[in-house]
């Protein structure tokens, strides 16, 4: 299965900004959907972005226009671009992955989750 490994997490203050990198273990070529969400405590799972092979996105409402998703395919990897950072996009942020198949339901794959802070 794929195998998907975030980076770039960490302790920032509001306003700021943080670029997170998710590394899959197969060509994204043929992964159709790749994004990203985030969990605080206490709250559901919930789709921060997504972007697939024929460059569709997809941002929740409260990261629009701040956040940025991209795909690179020649290193397998998907990113978000966060700006300006606030408190409340405090959350562990998974990388997330959509293989379509020819038969059946696609495969979704998730990544290990990595700390965001955001706090002064």
């Known amino acids: 299965q794929v195998q998907l490994v975030e980076s770039g997490g960490g302790l920032v203050q509001p306003g700021g900004s943080l670029r997170l990198s998710c590394a899959a273990s197969e060509t994204i070529a043929i992964i159709y959907r790749m994004g990203w969400y985030r969990q605080s405590p206490g709250k559901e799972r919930e789709l921060v972005a997504t972007a697939t092979t024929i460059g569709s996105t997809n941002y929740a409402d409260s990261v629009k226009g701040r956040f940025t998703i991209s795909r690179d395919n020649a290193k397998n990897s998907v990113y978000l671009q966060m700006n300006g950072l606030k408190p409340e996009d405090t959350a562990v942020y998974f990388c997330?992955?959509?293989?379509?198949?020819?038969?059946?339901?696609?495969?979704?794959?998730w990544g290990q989750g990595t700390q965001v802070t955001v706090s002064s």
């Open positions: 997330y992955a959509q293989r379509l198949r020819a038969t059946g339901p696609p495969w979704e794959y």
